[in-house]
């Protein structure tokens, strides 16, 4: 998926800033991405709330798992699909790494990428909703509830929307609560990928990135340590596609394969596999030198080889007795006394 310009630009700021600003009924709020304190503060909460919901009988997500097993609440049915679906899935990728010239052949193979991984979802969606009534659930829903107080201002005063965290969970404006909290997942969850993954190609982006790689200034501005998740994330996919562009021009993917998300990671999983194959075969070739024929599994030796009476030989022994008799004489021969 490409981005407008408009669109990369309007990213490339909500990035930067680690801040996002949003009409919500009729409040401007402005999301600012949690401090460390904040998210430091927000997992002693979890842990807590964690234990307290242990206390009050609530199963762990182990615990869950374990009751799931003993009452087949997910069927042996349902794990034989699972397993045959991400097997399929792993072939088809393979496939779709092979399929590189003709456009039609990958957006079939694609189609059927997309059913499978729908399969997937389906059976695993049946799975999790039994951990919605886990400890874990209940911890991380009470620390997103006091990441989002923390992280919701006024556009227009820069002030929390709620001074107290008391007053957000006792807020009256229910329907304005919960639009806040469900916009603060969206925002704190991240961009999408293959929006991430847009921007970092996109020229707009590409022109800042590889002046930050030679100038050595920080690329959004705040040291690594303070990077949000969508600074890693934009960082981590600019890096590989530096790297793609960066490749020798008989191994560079075309335009067409780099636009395309599914086409590439399956190109450069195949490319990657390739370049290890090659990698462990330049290995073994230094570490025992050239290869001889004695290298293979099966060597045939005549008898005018100067090898063939020292090789061991894997034959009945009858023959091997022969041949010692036939040995033995010959050295026999070698150690008699000259006549004078």
């Known amino acids: 998926m ?52 242990i ?42 790494a092979k399929t590189v010239k003709v456009k039609a052949n990958q957006d079939r193979i694609k189609g059927i990428i997309h059913k499978l991984e729908d399969e997937i979802r389906i059976i695993e969606i049946k799975e999790r909703s039994k951990f919605s009534m886990t400890a874990e659930t209940k911890a991380e829903e009470y620390k997103i509830l006091y990441l989002c107080w923390s992280s919701a201002y006024n556009f227009m005063t820069e002030e929390l929307l709620w001074s107290e965290f008391d007053l957000f ?18 925002f704190y969850g991240g961009i999408p990928t293959s929006h991430i993954r847009s921007i970092a190609r996109s020229n707009l982006w590409r022109i800042r990135y590889v002046t930050s790689l030679k100038t050595s200034e920080p690329l959004f501005g705040v ?21 793609i562009y960066e490749m020798l021009p008989d191994d560079q993917p075309s335009e067409n394969i780099i636009e395309d998300d599914e086409a590439l990671d ?5 490319y990657y596999k390739e370049r290890k194959k090659e990698s462990v075969a330049n290995k073994d070739k230094k570490k025992y030198g050239k290869l001889s024929a004695f290298d293979k599994d099966e060597v045939i030796v005549t008898k005018a080889n100067e090898l063939y009476e020292d090789i061991d030989y894997d034959k009945p022994r009858e023959a091997q007795a022969v041949k010692d008799r036939n040995f033995i004489k010959k050295r026999t021969r070698r150690t008699k006394p000259s006549r004078r």
């Open 2 to 53: 490409e981005l407008t310009h408009e669109e990369v630009e309007r990213y490339i700021d909500q990035i930067s800033s680690g801040s996002k600003i949003l009409d919500i009924g009729d409040e401007v709020v402005l999301f600012k991405f949690p401090s460390r304190y904040d998210l430091m503060r927000a997992r002693r909460l979890y842990d807590k709330e964690y234990n307290d919901s």
């Open 55 to 96: 206390e009050e009988g609530l199963l762990s997500v182990d615990k869950m798992k374990e009751l799931m097993k003993d009452r087949n609440l997910l069927t042996p049915e349902d794990r034989r699909k699972l397993l045959s679906a991400k097997s399929k899935l792993e072939a088809q990728k393979v496939l779709l």
């Open 169 to 186: 969970l006792n807020e009256y404006r229910l329907v304005f609560r919960q639009n806040v909290i469900s916009e603060f997942i969206l």
């Open 223 to 243: 040291p690594a340590s303070q990077y949000t998740n969508n600074m890693l994330n934009l960082a981590y996919w600019s890096h590989y596609y530096q790297n």
């Open 266 to 270: 399956a190109y450069l999983n195949d």
